[in-house]
Nanobody
Framework: QVQLVESGGGSVQAGGSLRLSCVAS????????MAWFRQAPGKEREGVAA????????WYSSSVKGRFTISRDTLSNTLYLQMNSLKPEDTAMYYC????????????????????WGQGTQVTVSS
């Protein structure tokens, strides 16, 4: 229904920066929130950042707050995740997600609240 294509993953040294992009297409009219999740081998998938389109309000996990910035470009229908001061523990497969939930008092941050997912892009941070 909503197609998400991610790019920007790669390898970087600790302290470096990387910007992930996610281009949305298809039936995006019902999308009100988007998010970035990540999953490291052997670990559960976790939300790292989310944005509610109505007010462009954002949520960040405590582990990335102050280092990562989620944003969107409505004209290009692109979601971004600017990642600065990267740490080895940021190493994971990063997934873009889109959903129909969200309002001014709540930004969805769990997997179940998102309907469409990208294929994932690998981010590897070396010491």
């Amino acid at each position: 229904q909503v197609q998400l294509v991610e790019s920007g993953g790669g390898s970087v040294q600790a302290g470096g920066s990387l910007r992930l992009s996610c281009v949305a297409s298809g039936n995006t009219d019902s999308t009100v929130s988007m998010a970035w999740f990540r999953q490291a081998p052997g670990k559960e998938r976790e939300g790292v950042a989310a944005i509610y389109f109505g007010l462009d309000t954002t949520w960040y996990s405590s582990s990335v707050k102050g280092r990562f910035t989620i944003s969107r470009d409505t004209l290009s229908n692109t979601l971004y995740l600017q990642m600065n001061s990267l740490k080895p523990e940021d190493t994971a497969m990063y997934y873009c997600a889109a959903g129909a939930h969200g309002h001014r008092f709540y930004i969805p941050r769990s997997q179940a609240e998102y309907n469409d997912w990208g294929q994932g892009t690998q981010v590897t941070v070396s010491s």
